[in-house]
T-cell receptor, first 113, second 113 residues
Framework: EAAVTQSPRNKVTVTGGNVTLSCRQTNSHNYMYWYRQDTGHGLRLIHYSYGAGNLQIGDVPDGYKATRTTQEDFFLLLELASPSQTSLYFC????????????FGAGTRLSVL | QQKVQQSPESLIVPEGAMTSLNCTFSDSASQYFAWYRQHSGKAPKALMSIFSNGEKEEGRFTIHLNKASLHFSLHIRDSQPSDSALYLCAVSPSGFASALTFGSGTKVIPCLP
């Protein structure tokens, strides 16, 4: 089973604060994704990446930056956090095969006060 | 932008009964269709997927796809307490190298018959 590790698991910050969410996968997957999950909205794609140095914009990118430093590591940055970014954030990875199965990390719960 | 909608929002299912979850999508060029299951407090996990029109069965679960109707569904037979979860449908333009767009989910709540 693919292993995707997110840190921190929980984070509380204040409005205007800077937050970095980290994700590491150890399965040699090329593709990595950041989603947010909110009640009534399911999972919404923020940013994704095809490999180190690559970044693709998702469906809800406003207020977020992302960086893929290595094949293993994908970071999500909130530079001026707002209460609307309070959410459960999931990182996922997948291999470039016909079955585009996403393997999710355990999630980071972020509260912006 | 792809729109994916699920119905119903929640479902109470007697143990041993069969139930159906629905998913509609807006992009007729979509080629990959999947269901994910998310137990309470856990990460989503892939359940099953399909590329072509028709049906695919895996154990108690059957996925049915009708591209012309922009609709696919998940049928669960012989409902078990372990089926209690949020079920998320997902669609992508192709089988690989493309991000999944998720629906908002259907919460399945098993009950005693």
């Amino acid at each position: 089973e693919a292993a995707v590790t997110q840190s921190p698991r929980n984070k509380v910050t204040v409005t205007g604060g800077n937050v970095t969410l980290s994700c590491r996968q150890t399965n040699s997957h090329n593709y990595m994704y950041w989603y947010r999950q909110d009640t009534g909205h399911g999972l919404r794609l923020i940013h994704y990446s095809y490999g180190a140095g690559n970044l693709q914009i998702g469906d809800v990118p406003d207020g977020y930056k992302a960086t893929r430093t290595t094949q293993e590591d994908f970071f999500l940055l909130l530079e001026l956090a707002s209460p609307s970014q309070t959410s459960l954030y999931f990182c996922a990875s997948s291999a470039p095969t016909g079955q585009n199965t996403l393997y999710f990390g355990a999630g980071t719960r972020l509260s912006v006060l | 932008q792809q729109k994916v909608q699920q119905s119903p929002e929640s479902l109470i299912v007697p143990e041993g009964a069969m139930t159906s979850l629905n998913c509609t999508f807006s992009d007729s060029a979509s080629q990959y269709f999947a269901w994910y299951r998310q137990h309470s407090g856990k990460a989503p996990k892939a359940l099953m997927s399909i590329f072509s029109n028709g049906e695919k069965e895996e154990g108690r679960f059957t996925i049915h796809l009708n591209k012309a109707s922009l609709h696919f569904s998940l049928h669960i037979r012989d409902s078990q307490p372990s089926d209690s979860a949020l079920y998320l449908c997902a669609v992508s333009p192709s089988g690989f190298a493309s991000a999944l767009t998720f629906g908002s989910g259907t919460k399945v709540i098993p009950c005693l018959p």
